[in-house]
């Protein structure tokens, strides 16, 4: 292919539960770091083994949202540490060369931004930071509903001397695939990608919305990419879930899971996202090692 396409690894919680880890709401992925840590190393080895060259550590629920505020307080940096440490064994024990990108979550509530907070944010980030520092690679601010949650992440990072990627999760109501895809704020995708640019992030990324909606992301992105001849990256890892099943408090149940994004389906949409000006590809919820071992056959370039 034209351009140098890199692996995502897919969701965790999901494989989690395929695999028949310790999973639930609210605690989500979470659930696992307390109960079972060695099997959220196995998720990570088989995305690896899948080809995935980046994975994310298993830190997405550990905020108050999912655990609570007294869990949080007392666990969340000893569980930062950890999810940090499994990522970076499972990377250093891979045979290729693997990153690992350090999950920093919406930490008021998925596709919430109504519910955020500057300084409740901040306080959050601070332990994940904290806590992933020494294990990741880079940084990676995932399912951003605003501007101003990239910005607070941004912020909470600017200490640390790895880079930053942003993805942003998009609008994806009935119908929605047939307007220019927005954020979940209503704000534009031209302008979290000037944003992302402002605040000297590496990459920017589209993730937990349906497939549908990924293309005009990354057209919008492409098209502000080259005007500004800006080297900033574009990526996309969408989830499965049924349409209309995810809308809402995240924390009301198990979002339906659909039949169309087999490995073979997913694949169909990373072709148009990379035809599009995607370099960086994977999946979130839903997304398992089979698709992303699809991906990589196709995709992979390096």
Known sequence: MAQNITILDGGMGRELARIGAPFRQPEWSALALYQAPQQIKAVHQSFIAAGAQVITTNSYALVPFHIGAQRFAEDAPGLAQLAGRLARQAADEAVQTVRVAGSLPPALGSYRPDLFDARRAAEIYRVLVAGQADYVDFW???????????????QATAAEQKPLWLSFTLEDKPGSEQHPATLRS???????VAKSIELGAQNVLFNCSHPEVMTSAVQQAQQLR???????GIGVYANAFEPGSNE???????????????PQGYLVWARRWVDNGASL??????????????????????
């Open 140 to 154: 990676l601010g995932e399912t951003i509903s605003s501007l101003a949650e990239a910005v607070a992440i941004a």
């Open 186 to 192: 209503g704000e534009s995708v031209t302008a979290a």
């Open 226 to 232: 080259q005007q500004l001849a800006a080297g900033i």
């Open 248 to 262: 809402g408090d995240a924390n009301d149940g198990l979002s339906g899971m659909r039949k169309d994004t087999d």
């Open 281 to 302: 590809i994977g999946g979130c919820c839903g997304i398992g090692p089979k698709h992303i071992q699809c991906l990589a056959a196709e995709l992979k370039t390096s």
